[in-house]
């Protein structure tokens, strides 16, 4: 019988939190939180990895602030650069109460606030589906173009990731967002905007790296995950490639190598 | 119905009977038989060894199932085999059996997958439902979940599986094979108390054990823990301690043959763990089902345990019978197909090295 | 003149842990000010910083708390929270190189001054009423508009190393956002969280 559901303790100083910090997601290693940062008027993300009481807790303290500070490098590189990304605002590696009691580390990161493109392209697609009978072709041309552009902004995107020597190494939908620019208009009949900065999140798996092997590895998976979850969008993928074609010089042997990983899918071909 | 199942596709040679009651009533094991090849310490075992184990030991091991399970050929429905993945020499000898019984017999073949016939035994022993299913093995790595007609995997390892680093490293130490070398290795481990520092390596939901097992090897080698000397060292303390007082030595950093075991296991069952988990998350299941030879190690059990409670969910785990390739998941995956009224043509009855769990329709299934 | 001394009740920290912070400039006993710290009088026990190193509020807040959960962790690097707090302004390792490039000199003239209510006999009034009497100099608001007017935006990317970047608009526009200094600011916050990783 499984316990009754005790949501996960917060770790110090959060405890002190008011309100409280309130539970967004709980994936499998980490928690994500909406608070506030150090300023009571503006929002903020956090992240908690809690301690894996399955691991020997030597192994699991070195792993849980390996992966944080992974993290936390990618990001603070990224804001560097200017690719836009969630700026960390503070984190603790080491948990607290030292060796005994060991509660986890944290990662505290601006509040990006706006629509996941998973959302977008879902409601997108849906007025698509119910509608796309009746619009005559300008307007199927023009919701069109606004994919196409929606898509190049994502491409444009990656390009900088990339050039700053960071992979993400989980692209899905869920894991880009649309920062909600400050007037939100759109003259679309589908009610849908597709306007604001494309911003990367989650680089809870993210590396550096300059290899054309990792990234093209990155376009693929986002490549698969659109290709999965939206059939209707997955025609317009070639605008991200183009997209990230012009985003910097240097792109062309990733997107060489993006034809090997397709033949072979993401994994290396192995034997039984 | 009832059905025979022939395994050979690594180092145990299984067959078994499952009885699959007209009433619908819940299947029957009628017998579970098995002769596994031992190689020497220090030894793996080789393809055409094991092939010649397998020929020698086939007909022995049907004649005992069948007087095991009091059953007589006529009321045999039909013969289920590994298909693969698995050892080519071997698989061959298993499948040239099968096929002679058939034509024997005039019973029709049903080739199985062997991953698929671990997570149908597994499913029948535990009553898990729609577990994720952590399928460890000397031949295989993988985190499955069902979706959709196919066990897909969702994880897997990109080089070598668990139980073939378990294997080599045991080798490394010249730890017996009797009865097999994971169990020697756990047994060893349990005196392990230093944690050594081992590379760990989770790429989202895949795992990587080749640069590990380099690591442990270059310790034990460092450390002069490798090789039959260090064995038989580690044989005689043991002997001499025996009903006395247990010393521990003062070992100033340098770790023993039980601490790099110990390692090992903390090491690669916590990244099992993990990308077990990471699958649960991501396809909302709160059951875990583990099979496969090294889902018997009751360190992997325990750390999966504590992870499904974290969870609010449960582990399912299988004994030796059913974990350690034997005949009866063969019988059972293969029965299950065959009442959908799947067959394999004599023609087509071949078997091969690579067989991807996810290439098998599971026609049996509609959820 | 008034004293503009805030108290600060960062989020996330107990309620019972009030910061106080005041920014001075054109101060006068700058060199008394050190040697009372040099000299260990516990009554002169605060977080001096040479303000213009300081960009803005968000920045000063992110080097107080990193200090104030370090000191709540028991993992000071420093001899107290005060120290601590100078020291985590500092984006390398090196405490020593910290007060000497962040804490006050004999010739600061625009100081950062902070309190943490370490124990409740330090109060708003208590600081306040030393403040007022132990340093020379004219009390200004803890904000971005007058710590622009401060700020010395060529030392500051020297020390975090952020040379690269581009520099924020010299005079600050209120109606319009600075995306340099924003990104400015976000990468030093970045380097003062990761200090020591």
Redesign the interface.
Known sequence: M??E?KPPALP???T??TPAPTLLVQ???AHLYK??????SIPAALKVRPS?????P??DR??TRQRI?QE??C??KL??E?VSVP????????G???ESAWGGAWLMM?WIEGPVVRVVLEQWEAWMKKNAASLDQSQIQKEEDRLRGLMKRIGHTLGGLHKAGVVH??LTTSNLMLRSPAQETTDSPTGVSMEGEVVLIDFG?AGQSTQDEDRAVDLYVLERAIGSTHPRSEPFFEEVLNGYRASHKGTGSTLKKLEDVRLRGR??S??? | MIAIGMEGSANKLGVGIMLHPEDGSPPQVLANIRHTYVSPPGEGFLPKDTARHHRAWVVNLVKKSLKEARVSVEDVDCICFTKGPGMGAPLQSVVVAARMLSLLWNKPLVGVNHCVGHIEMGRLITGATNPVVLYVSGGNTQVIAYSSQRYRIFGETLDIAVGNCLDRFARTLHISNDPFPGYNIEQLAKQGKQLVDLPYVVKGMDVSFSGLLAAIDGLAAQWGLDGEEAAKEDENKQGSQTGEEQIVPETDGKPTRADLCFSLQETVYAMLVEITERAMAHVGSKQVLIVGGVGSNERLQEMMGIMARDRGGSVYATDERFCIDNGIMIAQAGMMAYKTGFTTPLKESTCTQRFRTDEVFVKWRDD | MALKLETVNIPHLPGSLPVHVALYRNVQNSAFLRQQLLAGNAEFEYALIDASLVLSRAHALAAIFRAMNDYMNNRLRSHNVHSEIVFSFNPTNNIAESFRKLGIADSTKDLLIVKVSVTPEITHDSVAAHLESSVEGTSVPFDDLTLSEISDISKIKKLYKLGALPSPAAKPDASQPDDAKRRLELSMLGAIALRGS
């Open positions: 499984a316990d559901y110090s100083p959060f002190n939190t994936g499998a290693e608070t506030v940062s150090l300023d009571p894996k009481p399955y691991r020997h030597i192994l070195r792993l500070i936390a490098r990001l603070v804001v560097r200017g700026a960390v605002l503070a984190m603790d590696w080491e607290q109460g030292g601006e190494g989980d798996l994994k290396r192995m034997i039984g």
